[in-house]
């Protein structure tokens, strides 16, 4: 059982940046991916961003260029630089980790966070 706490959303100004934490507790088996996800008010939850364990990042093309993932495994967390934020930008963002078994069997298991809401004023 994997637990999730996300911090540092808040209200911000076009233009402006943020800093999003996620710090996790529980078992961390050897091949995870931890990401960033966020939903918009009418809309579908969407990826932001996701950085595996020992792997390259990979980014929604919205945010390319603008914000950075990163994660510091000794502290089992996971950060989202967000620079240059736009109005559109404004969601709840989730924190997921996907925690990969592969012994004695392949299986995902899926754990989210609680949300944090960014709002971005124009």
């Known amino acids: 059982q994997v637990q999730l706490v996300e911090s540092g959303g808040g209200l911000v100004q076009a233009g402006g940046s943020l800093r999003l934490s996620c710090a996790a507790s529980g078992k961390f088996f050897s091949i995870n991916v931890m990401g960033w996800y966020r939903q918009a008010p009418g809309k579908q939850r969407e990826l932001v961003a996701t950085?595996?364990?020992?792997?390259?990042?990979n980014y929604a093309d919205s945010v390319k260029g603008r914000f950075t993932i990163s994660r510091d495994n000794a502290k089992k967390t996971v950060y989202l630089q967000m620079n240059s934020l736009k109005p559109e930008d404004t969601a709840v963002y989730y924190c997921?980790?996907?925690?990969?078994?592969?012994?004695?069997?392949?299986?995902?298991?899926?754990?989210w966070g609680q949300g944090t809401q960014v709002t971005v004023s124009s």
């Open positions: 950085i595996p364990s020992g792997g390259s990042a």
């Open positions: 997921k980790v996907t925690n990969i078994r592969t012994w004695p069997d392949q299986k995902a298991y899926d754990y």
